[in-house]
């Protein structure tokens, strides 16, 4: 198949996968929904694969879909480096979190299981339309088709009230993002009159040669800061980052394995992508990059401090991905995109490991998600412990994990940034790492060490099914050796995806020092050293109330929206309805119909049936028009 | 000119007109009082011709045809008119006595 064919074919496998389980699914027997829904991931993971291994690239149009005077929009996808990257990423750790699924939601009915890989596959093509498109239109179709088919996930269990409300309130929230987008994207075709990126990008002017960390300075920016900041502003609330991220600790209410695959492996990183792709747009507007990385920073030690007080297993995750998200924004907020994606890269394989480990755990405690009630782990559900200590520690950024080399590469990139920017999101960066460490030790010794909670839920749990352990286990390796394709941040060895990226959002100037790995390594070792002191570490949240307060209120974001969105907003709608729609509008529609109806009771006395009556009628009127116009020959 | 010639004597217009009126108030108010359905169709017919007096009246006095034009289209409505009502009144007298036509209000409102 030639590389169009191919590119096109990753998209249309999921949604003809998708298509024939919603149509057919749950009438046909349980094993075709097994074999189809992860298949097509699998045989799109194939067709991305061809396309890495034939190194191919272009930029492909279909058809035309819109043709409106000078409006074009074709549809067309673009095949580069990057997109390949964000595809098998998307497919082959989607492929593994789908086919877990089979295991994990083998408790659902046939109508609901078909449902499920259904809206999962849906998602894989809406995701693989974002990244695939080669416009920005097709760019927020897909960027709101995952928004969609995030709400569906959210609230697949629409039978629990949190659930609905969780998915709500993501959906409400990711449409104050796609907004943004839109806006975004209508400046630039105001500005440009150009829908492509090729043809944006060009006319954004030779940005696409600005590739070293710092740009000089070009002329007038400000539109482009202006739509660079609209774009942030979908960036951010698909990436879950302050101040719009309260909908992603609410959205653990859907099953585990969504929350592996969007909320931690691949949508909540679609900001990242979005930075990555438009950085001809923010290399040039600066105060938007900038902003990016502060956003990232700030939002990445603002998560790690909630995480350290959470006790849900799976909000722990929640708040550590968004954590995670903010390194990644940090770094494509200074430049350092394939440092982003490389973290975006080792997030996916740790991030969903940590959450499918967590979602045996779940599966063997029957649904307990509070881990002050699990303990003792260890010796009952041994393969999933030694997994989640995998995951945790890439998390943690133990070398030789993966989560080693991609953190270690972004704090180095910062700290060696020239400028006061790099050295203030390194600070945050480091101090997160640290408190990172504190919390998934927490994490980790709280559900599988010690002895056993009394109120644990299950005496003698069962460890999860060969199809639940083999992904996960896929992930645990990959997690061990994924480092070493990148190993250039210490100084030595390869830095594949740093060189396979290099031709789409440039090369990285590797001139970080030896302080910068010293650093690195020091930050490491006091992260390791805190993930084992959090076994001993007594509550020391206990000596200041206050904070301890403070974080399990996550900072009263809710409460503060609350006050300042919704209550308003309810208050404004109870009045609209107490007083203007059913007084005023309700009113004066009954109101009429009374009328109507008396009127015609009133008026049907007339019809009095009797012959006379109606001659008299008939006679006065005839004598009424005489005498009328005998007044008037008359004056 | 207000007098006609009527078999060689002169009679004022008005008296024929007077008459006509007088005519069509009976005809009204016998519509309008009496019960009996025939004779409030014959009542009807007293109007109809009272007029046909006026439009014949007024059409010698004007010298103009058209008056005796409308008092023969008159009379041809007149007598379809009095087919109509007739076999209404037959029909009904078929199906049940009626003396009053007060009896026939199965249309009140």
């Keep these: 198949m030639s590389t169009s064919q191919l590119a096109i074919a990753i998209l249309l496998l999921p949604a003809a996968g998708a298509i024939v389980l919603a149509g057919r699914g749950w009438r046909m027997p349980r094993i075709v929904t097994q074999i189809v829904g992860p298949g097509v991931v699998w045989a799109a993971f194939a067709c991305t694969l061809a396309l890495f291994l034939g190194n191919a690239s272009g930029d492909f149009t279909y058809w035309t879909w819109i043709k409106s005077g000078s409006l074009n929009v074709p549809f067309n996808l673009l095949v580069d480096h990057l997109s390949i990257f964000m595809c098998l990423v998307i497919t082959g750790v989607g492929g593994l979190i789908i086919t877990y699924s089979v295991g994990y939601m083998a408790h659902e009915d046939g109508p609901s299981y078909a449902r499920f890989f259904t809206y999962m596959d849906v998602f894989v093509f809406s995701m693989l339309l974002l990244v695939l498109a080669g416009n920005f239109v097709f760019l927020v179709v897909g960027w709101a088709m995952v928004g969609l088919s995030s709400y569906l996930l959210i609230g697949f269990w629409y039978q629990r009230r949190s659930a609905v409300l969780a998915a709500r309130k993501a959906f409400v929230m990711n449409v104050i993002g796609d907004v943004g987008m839109i806006l975004g994207t209508f400046v630039l075709f105001v500005t440009y009159h150009a829908i492509t990126y ?58 585990t394995p969504v929350s592996a695959l969007i909320h931690a492996a691949t949508m909540v990183t679609a900001g990242v992508y979005l930075v990555a792709r438009m950085h001809p747009i923010y290399d040039i507007a600066t105060y938007a990059h900038d902003a990016v990385a502060i956003i990232g920073a700030v939002t990445a030690l603002f ?64 649904d307990e998600q509070d881990m002050r009630k699990y303990g003792g782990l260890w010796r009952q559900l041994r393969p999933t412990s030694i997994m ?41 960066g480091a101090l997160t790492a640290l408190l990172t460490g504190f919390y998934t030790g927490r994490m980790w010794w709280l559900s599988f060490a010690g002895k056993p909670s009394p109120q644990r839920p299950v005496e003698h749990p069962h460890e999860a099914p060969m199809v639940m352990l083999v992904p996960v286990a896929i992930l645990a390796v990959l997690a061990v050796i994924g480092g070493f394709i990148q190993t250039r941040a210490l ?16 090369r990285v100037s590797w001139d970080d020092t030896t302080a910068a790995v010293v650093v690195g390594l020091v930050t490491m070792v006091v992260a390791a050293a805190l993930f084992v002191a959090a076994m001993r570490m007594r509550p020391w949240s206990a000596r200041f109330p206050w904070a301890q307060r403070l974080l399990e209120h996550k900072y009263y974001f809710d409460e503060m929206y609350a006050a300042a969105f919704v209550r308003p907003m309810d208050a404004i709608a109870g009045f609209g309805d107490r007083d203007i729609e059913r007084p005023l509008i309700n009113g004066a529609v009954m109101e009429t119909g009374i009328a ?31 005498i009328v116009i005998l007044i008037r020959a008359n004056s | 000119m207000s007098t006609l010639n009527i078999g060689g004597s002169q009679l004022d217009a008005s008296w024929f007109l ?60 007149a007598a379809a008119e009095a087919v109509v009502g007739l076999a209404i009144l037959v029909d009904i007298f078929h199906t049940r006595d009626v003396e009053d036509v007060d009896d026939l209000s199965e249309l009140k409102g």
């Design chain 1, 198 to 255: 090729t043809s944006v990008f060009r006319a954004v002017g030779g940005a696409i040669s600005c590739t070293r960390l710092v740009c000089p300075p070009v002329g007038d920016t400000s539109t482009l800061e202006f739509a660079a900041f609209l774009l942030l502003v979908g960036a951010v609330t698909k990436s879950a980052q302050l101040p719009l991220h309260t909908w992603l600790p609410d959205a653990m209410e859907g099953p």
């Design chain 1, 303 to 366: 998560a790690a401090t909630i995480a350290i007080v959470q006790t849900d297993i799976k909000r722990v995750l929640a708040y550590s991905t968004m954590s995670q998200i903010g390194y990644m924004f940090l770094a494509v907020g200074i430049g350092a995109y394939s440092a982003g994606l490389f973290h975006l890269l080792s997030h996916a394989f740790f991030k969903a490991l940590l959450f499918m480990a967590a979602g045996n755990v779940i599966h063997a405690m029957h």
């Design chain 1, 388 to 428: 989640f200590l995998v995951g945790c520690l890439s998390l943690v950024g133990v070398i030789p994990f993966v989560g080693f080399f991609s953190k270690e590469q972004i704090l180095g990139l910062a700290f060696s940034r020239p400028g006061t920017l790099g050295l203030v999101v390194w600070g945050v």
């Design chain 1, 491 to 506: 100084g030595v060895g390869p830095s594949a995806v740093s060189d396979f990226l290099a031709s789409s959002v440039g």
């Design chain 1, 596 to 626: 109507t109806s008396a009127g015609a009771a009133g008026l049907s006395l007339t019809q009095s049936g009797y012959f006379r009556n109606y001659v008299l009628v008939f006679v006065g009127g005839a004598v009424v028009a005489v």
């Design chain 2, 18 to 77: 007077l008459l006509g009126a007088v005519l069509f108030t009976i005809g009204a108010a016998g519509v309008l009082v009496r019960k009996n359905p025939l004779v409030i169709l014959i009542c009807i017919e007293l109007m109809l011709n009272a007029v046909n007096l006026t439009l014949i009246t007024f059409a010698r006095q004007l010298q103009n045809l058209e008056g005796q034009l409308f008092a023969l289209m008159a009379m041809t409505v």
